[in-house]
């Protein structure tokens, strides 16, 4: 795929995820999130928000740096995956949890590892 489309599809997830942490900080109510998680929550995704941003900007400017990117965002959105599963209590929270897992996550670390092994092995 193209730097730059793959560029954009990082900011585009980014962009989506700086309106989710706009949510949870404003109407945590709505987000699912307990409370008194609200803050811990947008600490792990601020440094999510931060990985792919990193990754945006590398993946079109500087790419012999961008698979080092893709594979730090991936193992944080993988943890983030992992974390929201643990600590979810059973029942609606978890079946969220898991949706978020299945629907965004899993593909979003999937897409990235697949770049970061594709690029490793690519000469700029």
């Known amino acids: 795929m193209h730097r730059k489309a793959v560029s954009i599809a990082a900011a585009t997830a980014a962009a989506g995820l700086a309106g989710w942490m706009g949510i949870m900080a404003c109407f945590p109510e709505h987000s699912g999130v307990r409370p008194q998680h609200v803050g811990k929550w947008l600490l792990v995704d601020t440094i999510e928000f931060t990985a792919l941003m990193g990754f945006a900007n590398t993946a079109n400017l500087r ?6 990117w893709a594979t730090g965002a991936a193992v944080i959105i993988a943890g983030d995956a992992l974390l929201d599963l643990v600590t979810s209590r059973a029942g609606r929270e978890r079946r969220q949890a898991a949706l978020m897992a299945a629907i965004v996550e899993i593909p979003s670390v999937a897409g990235l590892s697949t770049w970061a092994v594709h690029h490793r092995r690519a000469r700029y």
């Open 63 to 68: 790419p012999r740096h961008a698979a080092k």
